[in-house]
């Protein structure tokens, strides 16, 4: 796991209690191909063609995104990197499968992608074996083949050809897999991955260009491209082409994090909070919420301590999130509690010198609930700065996984309910896309399941509307509830379409009088519709 990335102990706990609650509903045995992990190393070229030596490279990166799945997590290169640098591997070197097996060991992963590839001026094809670690043995070969020119083709059908290893009644027809993956076009593909090896910052900077300007809607490099200059402090050019990355994109939530750094750095305090707040919405973690409390101190610093508060509850083992409650609080004139947590803080790192004199200037100081001097110097709060969900993606894997295994035995309305529960709970914790998963996989298992519509409606709401009205319409298809005519009003409203909104929410409290979120949403609506009201003339 890695060691930069912050989620605490409580955070990890409080989704396993509530991902492990579902579990005991769950009847059956666990299956044994379900919630795995995967390593994709780089591929051995046995060509002696020139030029081909980038496609080694190619195979962990175009593999992880067509592998990757609710029930498959494919560690990315950064997790590669590190455990090369833990064994002392450098980067160019391929090493041998000895120390590829200590290192899957180390990583705890369930299977390492092994392969090569040749080209004869003809036909490419591709060799590849899955080392299943937890039974210590080689799978049997897969192999593809086709035109150099087909190579994304070919990786595409090598990735269906190790789900099917993997899952052997996966559902997924050969050709549906083809026709379904994202399109790439294959010189845009070569220049991205020479931008992912590149040893310079200014050579990555060159090769995302060029993957952009030959395939300009390419989510991929415009992430790495904007990382690339936020990293060179050049953050108006990151902010621009991390903008680029569409909300649904799976590589949103990190082009969101660089860009509200890139935004804050900037002195663009609104557009770092937009960013940092719709990482918040889907994947609540207390680095996020250290970050808009660090935006929000510009605007309101009330809302700033409650940020900075949720932040230390999720991780109170952090120090940095202790500081910058301690100082949010001095700000707001609240010395007690600024003096508890910079202690706490100390305690966690003692060498902390800022820490230190702030906190001896608050036990200098007569009054404990005094406005703050104008001639204290007060210290910045500190930015988290590196952002890595792929160790609570796989996490969320394995728990989620444990309880699915169980459930394959049962009927399907029954496996769907547990989708729809689960799917709940995760709305209510912040967690948009796990809910979204789980609905969907509710309404593949009974379609007519009306909360699994609803529930899905209200996930998608904040991150594309159109399909949120969808699926709440769906739902009231199937039977009139509370909830998926709340979101209908909610989108009703945001359109300026208040009239509509209203009727919405007399039907939702029709269905139940003292519902409190409906009862809010009309004094909403009756605030917008005054608003709108024609002002009589005065006499």
Request: charged share 25%.
């Amino acid at each position: 796991m890695s060691t930069r990335y912050n989620l605490s102990i409580l955070k990890f706990a409080r989704l396993i209690a509530l991902l492990l609650c579902f579990s005991a509903i769950a009847v059956g045995q666990e299956a044994a191909s379900v919630g795995q992990t995967v390593l994709v190393t780089p591929f051995e070229n046995q060509s002696k063609a020139p030029g081909l030596e980038w496609i080694g490279d190619s195979f962990p990166e175009l593999l992880q995104e067509r592998l990757k799945s609710p029930t498959l997590y494919v560690r990315p290169r950064e997790d590669r990197l590190r455990a090369y640098d833990r064994l002392g591997i450098p980067i160019h070197i391929r090493p041998s499968r000895a120390t590829l097996y200590r290192m899957a060991e180390q990583m705890d992963v369930d299977y390492v992608v092994l392969g090569e590839y040749n080209f004869d001026g003809q036909t490419f094809s591709v060799k590849a074996q899955l080392l299943d670690m937890r039974r210590e043995r080689l799978l049997p070969e897969i192999t593809e083949s086709g035109l150099l020119v087909q190579l994304i083709d070919i990786q595409t059908g090598l990735s269906w050809d190790i789900l099917h290893c993997l899952y052997p009644d996966f559902a997924v027809t050969r050709s549906a897999f083809l026709s379904e993956a994202p399109a790439v076009r294959l010189d845009a593909f070569e220049s991205y991955v020479k931008g992912i090896t590149a040893a310079s910052n200014e050579q990555q900077i060159q090769r995302f260009h060029e993957a952009l300007r030959l395939s300009p809607e390419y989510p991929a490099a415009s992430l790495h491209l904007g990382e690339a200059y936020y990293r060179e402090a050049k953050y108006e050019q990151a902010a621009s082409w991390l903008s680029r990355v569409p909300p649904a994109n799976p590589y949103s939530g990190e082009a969101n994090f660089y860009l509200g750094l890139a935004a804050y750095y900037q002195g663009d305090y609104p557009r770092a909070e937009s960013a940092f707040s719709a990482i918040a919405q889907r994947l609540p973690l207390p680095e996020i919420y250290n970050n808009l409390g660090v935006v929000l101190d510009h605007r309101d610093r009330k809302l700033a301590v409650e940020d900075f508060q949720k932040a230390v509850a999720d991780d109170p083992s952090d120090a940095d999130y202790r500081f910058n409650l301690g100082v949010e609080l001095y700000r707001n004139g609240d010395r007690t509690g600024a003096a508890r947590q910079l202690r706490e803080s100390l305690t966690l790192k003692p060498s902390d010198p800022e820490a230190k004199s702030l906190l001896n200037t608050i036990d200098a100081g007569p009054d404990q609930r005094a406005v703050v001097p104008a001639s204290v110097k007060i210290p910045m709060e500190r930015l988290r700065t590196d952002y890595d969900e792929n160790s609570f993606r796989q996490l969320a894997l394995k728990i989620g996984a444990a309880a699915e295994g169980r459930l394959s035995h049962s009927d399907a309305a029954t496996h769907a309910q547990f989708h729809v529960d689960r799917g709940r709970q995760l709305l209510l914790q912040g967690f948009l896309t796990e809910a979204e998963r789980d609905f969907r996989e509710a309404i593949a298992l009974n379609a007519s399941n009306a909360e699994a519509h609803a529930g899905l409606a209200k996930a998608l709401e904040t991150g594309d509307p159109a399909a949120a009205r969808a699926e709440a319409e769906a739902a009231l298809h199937l039977r009139a509830s509370v909830e998926p005519f709340l979101v209908l009003a909610r989108l009703d409203l945001r359109d300026n379409k208040a009239a509509t909104a209203g009727r919405e929410v007399d039907q939702a409290l029709h269905l139940e009088p003292d519902n409190p979120a409906a009862l809010a949403l009309k004094n909403t609506v009756a605030a917008k519709l005054a608003q709108e009201a024609p002002q009589l003339p005065n006499r």
